[in-house]
């Protein structure tokens, strides 16, 4: 029997967008797990971009410093693994699987009906409490308020990154009301980093007022790039691994955080320097290709704005596509230039959007096409491989580019 197969099996069976807007589930789970949760020491992220860097980041920096960290994100590119991590290490298949099988079975014998997130984060807890970490780096799937890592009562540590519009139709329709859902992991008496110049941060505030919640604001933050990718964060300048201009917002996040967790200066600078995040801007030098998940209007902005920051005389040529859910048309308009050579790549599934959904397409290409397109190219070309991150995470079962 194969182990992945089985995992892969039971968690799509529960629904991959499926979501239920309440704790009550993956409490009375973690109760029978006898709450593993609060066993940890839980620095918890939220926020609509960004949460999955700054995440990086800190976890690069506990790290160095020599604590054994657990670090979990969402979503994975290729396998569910990657959600779930010690020291950088993947939970193995047979530790995956084991806790699977242990928590669905305990739910179905108590008419618990998870979804597939609760049952993902249910065995970050569990594996995370059994493996007696120092630190749990929690990335909020989605929200904050409700979201099934939101059963932590006191993190050390609470950090919303950048809020803007996505997932409007659970979260709400105003940048009020999202920054509400988000504001929702402040907790009581537990320090709060957010940038004051946050939309939405005069709800944080609020809310941090109202828990008692000491809050911390990151200083002014840019990249520079002169032949080394650079964060000028107020009067300092570190190296930082993490190419694009909006890293300059989600590293001053992580630094501020420093100062909470009382990290120094020298285990800051390395981890600053080796800090790793796939498909966040990623570039792979030597076949000129960026690749990069921007799923909302904000963070098609972000791609674009560095893009031209980084590469402004090369010719782009973006392969890309988007789940129909999403804004996709204001995604466009923030992200293509009517120079560039814009292809879409289908994905089979009809949650994606299709070839004619997209504005100024040269035509749509499949897998083979793609390889055809990577090997044929101009080395000056810049290939830009974006969008959904579950169609990137296609491709990259396919093609190996990067290390993910």
């Known amino acids: 029997m194969n182990k992945y197969s089985e995992i892969e099996k039971i968690l799509l069976k529960q629904g991959k967008f499926h979501i239920s807007l309440e704790l009550d589930r993956i409490k009375k789970i973690l109760e029978l797990l ?3 949760q609060k066993k940890l020491k839980v620095i918890h992220i939220a926020g609509t971009n960004g949460k999955g860097s700054v995440s990086a980041i800190l976890n690069r920096i506990l790290i160095e410093k020599g604590y054994k960290t657990g670090l979990f994100t969402s979503p994975h590119l290729v396998k569910y693994n990657e959600r779930i991590k010690i020291n950088g290490i993947e939970i193995s298949d047979d530790v995956f699987y084991e806790l699977v099988i242990k928590i669905t079975n305990l739910a179905e014998k108590n008419e618990i009906h998870l979804t597939e997130f609760e049952i993902l984060t249910a065995v970050m807890y569990e594996y995370f409490a059994r493996e007696k970490i120092d630190f749990a780096v929690t990335e909020v799937g989605l929200g904050g308020r409700f979201d099934a890592t939101n059963v932590i009562e006191k993190p050390i540590l609470s950090i919303i990154t950048s809020i803007s519009f996505d997932h409007t139709d659970r ?3 105003t940048i009020e009301k999202i920054a509400f859902e988000k504001a929702g992991i402040i907790k009581e008496n537990c320090p709060v980093v957010f940038d004051k110049n946050n939309l939405g941060a005069e709800i944080l505030t609020k809310k941090a007022k109202e828990k008692a919640s000491k809050i911390y604001n990151p200083n002014k933050a840019k990249i520079i790039f002169n032949e080394k990718n650079l964060i000028k964060y107020g009067r300092e300048t570190f190296e930082l691994n993490l190419y694009g201009k909006y890293q300059a917002q989600n590293a001053a996040l ?4 420093t100062n909470v967790l009382k990290i120094e200066k020298p285990v800051l600078i390395k981890a600053l320097k080796k800090v790793k995040w796939s498909c966040r801007f990623e570039y792979i030098k030597e076949k000129n290709i960026i690749i990069d998940g921007c799923h ?3 963070g098609a902005l972000n791609l674009r704005e560095s893009l031209d920051f980084y590469f402004p005389d090369l010719k782009k040529i973006f392969v890309y ?7 996709y048309k204001e995604i466009q308009k923030n ?3 009517k120079n560039d050579l814009i292809y879409h790549y289908d994905m089979k599934d009809d949650k994606f ?7 100024n397409l040269t035509q749509s290409i499949d897998i083979n096409g793609l390889k055809e397109l990577i090997n044929s190219k101009k080395q000056k070309d810049l290939l830009i491989i974006c969008g959904s991150l579950y169609a990137i ?8 580019l990067c290390n993910f």
């Open 254 to 257: 992580a630094i501020c955080s």
């Open 335 to 337: 992200l293509f230039n």
């Open 34 to 36: 006898n709450n593993p």
């Open 393 to 400: 995470g296609d491709i990259l079962s396919k093609i190996k």
């Open 353 to 359: 959007l299709k070839s004619n959904d997209i504005k």
């Open 296 to 298: 909302n209007p904000d």
């Open 321 to 327: 596509t988007s789940l129909k859910n999403k804004d």
């Open 171 to 173: 979260l709400g329709d």
